[in-house]
């Protein structure tokens, strides 16, 4: 007895409970297939050609899976908005510039900014609405910081005053890029359904020589361009000379994944380029005058 159990327990696998005896199926086991379908374009599928959709294609599928005596358990597709989306991304900065201090620098110089604007913009009253950002380095025919990128809310000149507090990542919906600039609310919306097709060549033009931001970042309120052009200028121009081996930032490439080619731009190499720049240096010359 005690020895049968003990087979028993042994075969069964399931544990102490189990003491009928299991059955197992010794026919040969029919191949078994789940089908996948990935969808990569927006294109409008046809009746009776290409581009088919996805369940005729999986329909096809299963019709030669039935041809190879396989049994089909499963479907599944997914649909695709790009092909092949990549995110941008940047390369490495000059040697001087890619390195731990800097990094450190670059955080610690955009939180200063944001300081740097209520204590600059409105020192009497820092954190009330009380004060005018359009009037930043703008002093006679001389235009405004704000006037090299901004148009501020349509039929009014200038910017509105931003909020005293800036919610992380924080898209200004009042304020408009100038026109024939790209809006980042378009660029959100392509990157928000996976479109990085069209959202490439929106974003690049942010980047060309002729645009005035110093960062994608900068395009999101001009709180944050006034912010990122301060660390831009901080990051361009601070001394060589303090730490061996360490010095200002010359060049950060950054690649936009676009069709058929990617872009290829670099503030910084343009901004030290002949000629390069110019509402930029514009920009930076403003905040200059306050470092
Ligand atoms: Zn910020």
């Known amino acids: ?159 509105t005053v931003p909020s005293s507090w800036l919610p992380f990542g924080y898209r200004d919906p009042t304020n408009l890029h100038l026109p024939g600039d790209p809006q980042t609310a378009t660029i959100d919306y392509y990157i928000r359904n996976n479109d990085l097709r069209n959202a490439a060549p929106l974003l690049d033009r942010l980047y060309l020589n002729g645009d005035p931001w110093p960062s994608f970042f900068s395009t999101l309120s001009p709180e944050e361009d006034f912010v990122e052009t301060y660390k831009f200028y901080v990051l361009t121009h601070v001394q060589d000379t303090k730490i061996v081996g360490a010095g200002h930032l010359k060049s950060l490439p950054t690649t936009i994944y676009g069709a058929p080619t990617p872009y290829n731009e670099n503030i910084p190499a343009d901004y030290f380029s002949n000629n390069g720049k110019p509402h930029l240096h514009n920009k930076t010359d403003c905040v200059a005058g306050i470092i």
Not at 10 to 33: K, M, N, Q, Y
Not at 60 to 75: K, P
């Open 1 to 159: 007895m005690t020895e049968r159990r003990k087979q028993q327990h042994v075969d069964s696998g399931s544990g102490w409970a189990e003491f009928r005896p299991r059955l197992i199926d010794t026919r040969e086991a029919r191949p078994r297939a789940i089908l996948a379908s990935v969808e990569p374009t927006r294109l409008r599928s046809n009746e009776d050609g290409p581009p088919w959709s996805v369940d005729d294609s999986l329909d096809e599928l299963a019709r030669l899976a039935v041809t190879g005596d396989i049994d089909v358990v499963r479907r599944m597709s997914q649909r695709l908005p790009a092909s092949n989306p990549q995110k941008p991304r940047h390369g490495h900065a000059n040697s001087e510039a890619e390195n731990f201090y800097m990094t450190i620098l670059a955080a610690l110089a955009h939180e200063v900014g944001h300081m740097r604007w209520f204590q600059y913009l409105n020192p009497s009253q820092p954190g009330t609405p009380n004060y005018d950002p359009n009037s930043f380095c703008a002093s006679g025919i001389q235009p405004g910081f704000f006037t090299y990128s901004w148009q501020g809310p349509q039929a009014q000149g200038g910017i």
